[in-house]
Nanobody, 120 residues
Framework: QVQLQESGPGLVKPSQTLVLTCSVSGGQITTNGFCWSWVRQPPGKELEWIGY???????IYNPTFKNRTSVVRDTSKNQFTLQLNSVTPEDTAVYFC????????????WGQGIQVTVSS
């Protein structure tokens, strides 16, 4: 029922800011009990959680990205956005948006993912 779709640039230059948008259909990002997350997978590496925004607007970030990332939402568009500053080639990855229930480990819905390459 719930569908998530990532959109944004596929190529970003080092030192720039990456902005990705997750568009949600089939459910509201304000519905009680859910967190809306950004996760990435660099080539050859494991999944890495970046951060989330909850149904109430609370944000939590992986300390690895704490100083250079933010997740914001636009409830009128039912979208949430990842901003990742000062990108380097190490940020090259497939980026996913996903939903999980509060206090649960597993994600129940995922976007298809978007490839982002950081290169000059």
């Amino acid at each position: 029922q719930v569908q998530l779709q990532e959109s944004g640039p596929g190529l970003v230059k080092p030192s720039q800011t990456l902005v990705l948008t997750c568009s949600v259909s089939g459910g509201q990002i304000t519905t009680n009990g859910f967190c809306w997350s950004w996760v990435r997978q660099p080539p050859g590496k494991e999944l890495e959680w970046i951060g989330y925004i909850s149904y109430s607007g609370t944000t939590i970030y992986n300390p690895t990205f704490k100083n250079r990332t933010s997740v914001v939402r636009d409830t009128s568009k039912n979208q949430f956005t990842l901003q990742l500053n000062s990108v380097t080639p190490e940020d090259t990855a497939v980026y996913f948006c996903a939903r999980r229930m509060i206090r649960h480990y597993e994600y129940d819905y995922w976007g298809q993912g978007i490839q982002v390459t950081v290169s000059s």
